[in-house]
């Protein structure tokens, strides 16, 4: 089969590898797209170490064509995987069996591992995956946007660490891809929305996938969110971006008692918050990791209901040959593109 191969650091090939055999509680997907995200371009700079030589790839979905032995209760899709079903591929496996998986924090399993990154991945023909990592799509769901399921998981994940009630004000700072979902997953929570970014292409998408109002990022955005909320700020803010500065923001636009969700990863080891405000306000920083397998049923069922709308973020599609270039426009646009799907037909 083809596939994409990382052999070292900016050396990615596309080229033949033999296609893998099903084993007992494994299932072999055809993938039909991928998408391609921020993670798959530092594994391809190297800034994340890999294994090598790797196939990268977790955002993927495709069709089952071949399963191995599995036990009854194994699997996610009710009942059992089989040939024929299309699936979205949950990228993060868990051992089942230590402390944190039997606390049902699968996401924070020590043994666990991401595929495309810890072992290969969905940059190919086909992937062989446990069985209980595969959830079944319904026909309403297209296959150019299946893929962004597994992003939507992860800021379901999120908002579900924070409880918000209808009516609560909800700043989202930064509206790349994972912003606009945060925008819509908290309008079907009831909340008023507001969206900040510096971008008006993406001011104007947020306003038509469910924001209240959008306001230009910048220092005027922390008056701005008081002054829409009589003053006091946000009930919470989901801070998107990964920059320290939005984070010390993100607490300055919160209300006296409010919440700031740190969605975006933050990989500096120092920085400047406003702590005496953290103190003062008694706002809580809450962080989350990726998502649970109860993410993936919630999170097709809201994309099937029309809560939450995955094709207007699809900015680009192009073959999967065409994945070096593919990364290259993801990392030098200045974060103005939005999802890249990659076509594997």
Do not use: W
Not at 253 to 281: H, S
Not at 293 to 302: F, G, K, M, N, R
């Amino acid at each position: 089969m083809k596939a994409m191969v990382l052999r070292a650091p900016s050396d990615l090939v596309l080229d033949e590898v033999a296609r893998p055999q099903p084993a007992a509680g494994q299932v072999v997907v055809r993938i039909t797209h991928s998408g391609v995200c921020g993670t798959d371009y530092k594994i391809f700079n190297g800034s994340i170490r890999v294994p090598y030589p790797l196939i990268p790839g977790h955002e993927m979905a495709g069709e089952i064509v071949d399963v191995g032995r599995v036990p009854p209760s194994t699997g996610a899709t009710g009942g059992g995987p089989a040939v024929g079903d299309r699936v979205i591929i949950d990228p993060e496996t868990y051992c089942g069996h230590c402390f944190y998986c039997q606390k049902g924090l699968t996401n924070l399993c020590p043994n666990g591992t991401l595929i495309g990154r810890d072992v290969d991945g969905g940059f190919a023909e086909y992937l062989m995956v446990p069985a209980s990592q595969v959830f079944k799509l319904p026909d309403s769901i297209d296959d150019r946007t299946a893929p962004m399921i597994q992003v939507l998981t992860t800021c379901l994940h999120a908002q579900r660490q924070v409880e918000t009630f209808p009516g609560d004000t909800v700043a989202v700072i930064g509206l790349g891809v994972t912003g606009q979902l945060h925008v819509q997953l908290a309008k079907a929570r009831g909340a008023r929305v507001i969206g900040i970014t510096r971008s008006a292409e993406k001011r104007a998408m947020a306003e038509k996938l469910g924001a209240d109002v959008t306001i230009p990022g910048g220092d005027d955005a922390i008056q701005k969110v008081r002054e829409l909320t009589e003053g006091r700020g946000a009930d919470l803010t989901i801070e998107t971006t990964g920059i320290m500065k939005q984070l010390a923001d993100s607490v300055h636009m919160t209300r006296f008692g409010g919440k700031v969700l740190m969605f975006g990863i933050f990989t500096v080891k120092e920085g400047a918050l406003p702590f005496y405000d953290l103190y003062f306000k008694e706002v809580s920083l809450i962080s989350a990791r990726v998502a649970k397998p109860e993410d993936y049923t919630a999170c097709i069922a809201l994309v099937e209901r029309g809560q939450v709308k995955l094709g207007p973020l699809v900015s680009d599609i192009m073959p999967l040959g065409q994945l070096k270039e593919a990364i290259g426009l993801l990392s030098s646009d200045s974060g103005q593109r939005m999802k890249i799907i990659m076509d594997h037909s």
